[in-house]
């Protein structure tokens, strides 16, 4: 079985002086067959309101659970996916995914629910993005405004002209547009006059020091300041403490996900969320 394959491909490997590379093949032999075999699924971190912690909407999360090696990080596995390109077939059946969800849920509840899905610069250099994107809409009666995908500006670096087209094509759609890990890409901000973006996503990093150093609060409150400048909402990512949710609604910070609210769920863990929340 896979067991003594996993096994004896560590040890090979420790013996080895090509350990990463051969390490790397491996799981992209294993993540080539996660789709075909199901292995993949997605958690929804809830998105919520810093004034009230209402739910506002959801994030989209990839996981995998291979059958010998168990769950696997996305740290692991999405840089492995993005150099082998399989995050192509792995991103499309995200967003197919998350769109089936998202039809199910407004179905069942009555209301749109929102679900945002990370997208690699990979699927934004691909021409058939835009054809996907409707295709899933129409298929799973996603109401517009309901999906919404996170880019990372590092994404929006090369290709600029192909990308600013392919954008204002999929926010016709009236599909929104956020920008994932805001503050970490190497950029200028030129590019947030010329892409229709509607929210910014202040990175983990500069929220994880807010109540302990001033560098990370006056990074994190220039942010919320800039998008609100360009009208733009604003979500802080990975909130875990009290102490920092204080420190953001005292910036008057839109939005924010976090373990303090929830870590990622379940979809049977948010149709109980919005059963409750009905
Ligand atoms: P991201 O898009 O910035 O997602 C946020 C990450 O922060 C998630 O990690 C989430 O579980 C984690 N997180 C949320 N709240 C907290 C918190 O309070 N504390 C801490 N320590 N962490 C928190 P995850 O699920 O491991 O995903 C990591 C990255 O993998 C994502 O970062 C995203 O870049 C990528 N990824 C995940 N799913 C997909 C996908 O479907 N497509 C693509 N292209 N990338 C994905
Ligand atoms: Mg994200
Ligand atoms: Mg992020
Ligand atoms: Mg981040």
């Not at 059958?67 to 995200?94: H, K, M, Q, T, Y």
């Not at 609060?217 to 909402?233: D, H």
Request: aromatic share 6%; net charge neutral; hydrophobic share 45%.
């Amino acid at each position: 079985g896979g067991g003594v394959e996993v096994d004896e491909a560590v040890h090979f490997f420790s013996a080895s002086r090509h350990t990463a590379l051969e390490q790397r093949l491996t799981l992209e032999g294993h993540l080539r067959r996660a789709v075909e075999r199901g292995e993949l699924r997605l958690v929804y971190q809830p998105k919520v309101t810093v004034a009230e912690e209402r739910v506002v909407g959801f994030e989209a999360l990839l996981r995998w659970t291979h059958p010998d090696l168990g769950a696997v990080s996305p740290a692991e596995f999405i840089p492995v996916a993005e150099r082998s390109g399989l995050i192509l077939p792995i991103g499309a059946w995200a967003l197919e995914q998350a769109c089936r969800q998202i039809g199910a849920w407004t179905a069942a509840f009555g209301h749109p629910v929102k679900v945002a899905v990370n997208l690699s610069p990979r699927q934004l250099y691909q021409k058939t993005l835009l054809e996907t994107v409707r295709r899933c809409l129409d298929q799973y009666r996603v109401p517009p405004g309901s999906l919404e995908l996170e880019i990372t500006e590092t994404a929006l670096m090369s290709r600029e002209r192909e990308v600013d087209l392919l954008l204002h094509a999929i926010r016709a759609l009236g599909v929104d547009l956020a920008i994932d890990d805001f503050g970490t890409g190497y950029s200028s901000l030129a590019y947030l006059k010329r892409f229709p973006v509607s929210r910014l996503k202040v990175d983990r990093t500069f929220v994880r020091d807010l109540g302990r150093d001033e560098d990370s609060a006056a990074i994190a409150r220039s942010i919320v300041n800039l998008a609100r400048g360009l009208k733009l909402k604003v979500v802080a990512e990975g909130v875990e403490t009290a102490t920092q949710l204080d420190v953001l609604r005292g910036m008057a910070c839109d939005e924010y996900q976090g373990f303090l609210f929830s870590k990622p769920l379940e979809a049977d863990d948010v149709r109980a969320l919005l059963a409750r929340a009905r």
